[in-house]
């Protein structure tokens, strides 16, 4: 039987426990230990030596998990997530901290591993980052990914927005790829979902007045959260969480019409 270790990407949804899939919820539980990624410079590394505490430093994706996970099982893995200035070396001595932490937890015997994100762990997620660190370690270390519910798809559920209908495309970006890539895809036939659009909000909000786009578009803040908002989008509001989710659906003139 091989003794190679394997570390899961586990999707966990946008922050409501029960969004979590059947696989997932048997992954974690299965799991020898369980990673969480918190911000950077908020919490203290807990490393592998000792349960994760919790607490007022505790992330969306640990929130969502520890009502499946026992805390001694749950360890911290901080990132610098807020990080806007690129492949920075906070960034880059983060990915490698997180790596180190993991391949530490190896080589004392854990062989079954899981890092839980929020969304699905294939959609701008950290945990790709964190495996390349890995594997550069540890060559042997087999890597999977659990799918998770997005975003987009609970913006879409909680407001009864269908994402795309016939031959409509499906756009999706974060807003920190700038406003000419935003400006583009509105400008397409079909539907339009844009992350991390906080401080962003004034201008993706002006060009969907000069697009005409402003009709059914909906923005959903903390969804899954106690506080969550799920609304239409206007000039209030522009106070949003970095995990926003802004949801222009495509132009429908009648049933079937894109078909």
Request: with cysteine.
């Amino acid at each position: 039987m091989s003794t190679a270790a394997t570390l899961t990407g586990v999707g966990v949804g946008p922050g409501d426990p029960e969004l979590l899939t059947v696989k997932a919820v048997r992954v974690l539980r299965e799991a020898d230990l369980v990673f969480v990624p918190v911000m950077a410079d908020r919490v203290e590394p807990t490393g592998t030596g000792g349960p994760t505490p919790p607490g007022a430093d505790a992330g969306r994706a640990e929130a969502t998990v520890r009502s499946y996970v026992a805390a001694d099982r749950l360890r911290r893995l901080p990132f610098a997530l807020d990080d806007r200035g690129g492949v920075t070396a906070r960034r880059t001595g983060a990915w490698d901290d997180a790596a180190r932490a993991v391949v530490e937890a190896i080589d004392t015997g854990a062989r079954s591993l899981a890092f839980a994100t929020i969304g699905d762990p294939n959609v701008y997620s950290t945990f790709g980052y964190l495996a390349q660190g890995v594997r550069a370690l540890r060559p042997e270390v087999r890597v999977a990914t659990v799918p998770g519910v997005t975003a987009m798809q609970e913006l879409a559920a909680r407001s009864g927005t269908p994402l795309c209908e016939g031959r409509e495309p499906l756009t999706l970006l974060p807003a920190t790829a700038g406003p000419a890539l935003f400006a583009d895809a509105l400008a397409g036939p079909g539907t339009v979902v844009v992350y991390k659009g906080w401080r962003r909000h004034p201008e993706l909000l002006a060009e969907l007045r000069r697009q005409g786009r402003l009709a059914g578009a909906v923005l959903g803040r903390g969804l899954g959260l106690p506080g969550e908002r799920i609304s239409p989008v206007d000039d209030t509001g522009h106070d949003l969480p970095y995990l926003s989710t802004l949801l222009v659906p495509a132009r429908r003139e009648h049933r079937g019409g894109k078909l």
